[in-house]
């Protein structure tokens, strides 16, 4: 099974860091409960998506971003170690890959590939499964209908009506769980 895992809001927590940022270069204060879209800062206080991925970048830089679920370690190399490969396929920007790489070095988050994706469509890499947090992926599934897309959620990912190949789910543990029971 090929495993592909997104990093921002799938691994890594880095959404409150970013609004700490976001409040300590603007004094703006946006409270994570009220980042209910995937645009929401661009919509709400018109920043461009340049400024707001600069914002996280600041967060990686700064180290304040953390594990989303504690201990994933352990799943994650129990998954691997049954003929799995993982393959990391994060849009993290270019200021932050070094310290994104070293934060999963440092989490002993297992992969056999790690991806910086610019423009293709995550699920056009050799891939069998998506665990990911974009609410854009799921509206693409219906092109790859041989793949499967494990959708977490999080404010701003809030379940549609999905493909027959989306799966919604409350943490990266439930999809391994589902994965390793064989239910792609």
Do not use: C
């Amino acid at each position: 099974m090929n495993i592909g895992i997104d990093v921002d809001g799938t691994l890594a927590d880095m959404m409150p860091g970013t609004l700490q940022v976001l409040e300590n270069e603007t004094g703006i204060n946006v409270r994570l409960e009220d980042y209910t879209s995937w645009t929401y800062l661009q919509d709400t206080y018109n920043f461009d998506s340049a400024e707001v991925l600069g914002f996280m970048d600041e967060a990686w830089l700064q180290g304040l971003v953390t594990l989303l679920e504690p201990g994933i370690q352990v799943p994650l190399h129990a998954i691997h170690k049954r003929d799995s490969t993982i393959t990391i396929i994060t849009q993290r920007t270019r200021p932050s890959h070094w310290i994104m790489t070293k934060w999963l070095l440092d989490n002993g988050i297992p992969y056999d590939a790690l991806v910086f994706s610019t423009g293709l469509n995550k699920m056009d890499y050799p891939i069998d499964v998506l665990i990911d947090d974009s609410p854009f992926q799921a509206d693409v599934m219906d092109r790859y209908p041989d793949k499967v897309l494990y959708s977490l959620a999080q404010t701003w990912n809030v379940p549609k009506i999905p493909a027959k190949n989306v799966v919604y789910i409350k943490s990266v543990t439930e999809a391994l769980g589902i994965i390793e029971r064989g239910a792609r």
